[in-house]
């Protein structure tokens, strides 16, 4: 998922405190090979949603997230969004970038990336 803007209530600073600010996120899944993948000699599989992960459903759990009330920290924000991606046990490995757009009036954005991998079974 790519630039997602978002109002949030966000930031360590009194001042970010009494209003919303935009933020961007961007997701990236790495998900469990269902056998049908390029590289597989399997058939392809069918072309179900049922099979993938649901970008929308990613996108509506941000939104949730984003929605529950004020995070102090964009690593915060992040770890929760790479958190719910989990969710959905075909990810394997989630790499989350948060982006405050109005921190710094001499920079594009403020921000940081994780990167989290499921534990192994």
């Known amino acids: 998922m790519r630039?997602?803007?978002l109002q949030a209530s966000i930031g360590a600073y009194a001042h970010e405190h009494?209003?919303?600010q935009p933020v961007r996120i961007n997701i990236d899944?790495?998900?469990?090979?269902?056998?049908?993948g390029p590289m597989s000699r399997a058939p392809v599989g069918k072309d179900?949603?049922?099979?993938v992960v649901d970008y929308g459903r990613i996108a509506?759990?941000?939104?949730t997230i984003v929605g529950q009330g004020h995070?102090?920290?964009v690593e915060?924000?992040?770890?929760?969004?790479?958190e719910a991606a989990f969710a959905d046990p075909r990810v394997r490995q989630v790499r989350v970038r948060v982006e405050k757009l109005a921190a710094?009036?001499?920079?594009?954005?403020?921000g940081v990336e994780i990167e989290r991998r499921r534990p192994a079974r």
């Open 104 to 110: 710094l009036a001499d920079a594009a954005s403020v």
């Open 71 to 73: 995070v102090r920290l």
């Open 18 to 20: 009494a209003l919303p």
């Open 48 to 51: 179900e949603l049922s099979r």
């Open 3 to 5: 630039d997602l803007v």
């Open 29 to 36: 899944l790495g998900v469990e090979d269902d056998g049908a």
């Open 60 to 63: 509506a759990g941000v939104r």
């Open 76 to 82: 915060t924000l992040a770890e929760r969004i790479a």
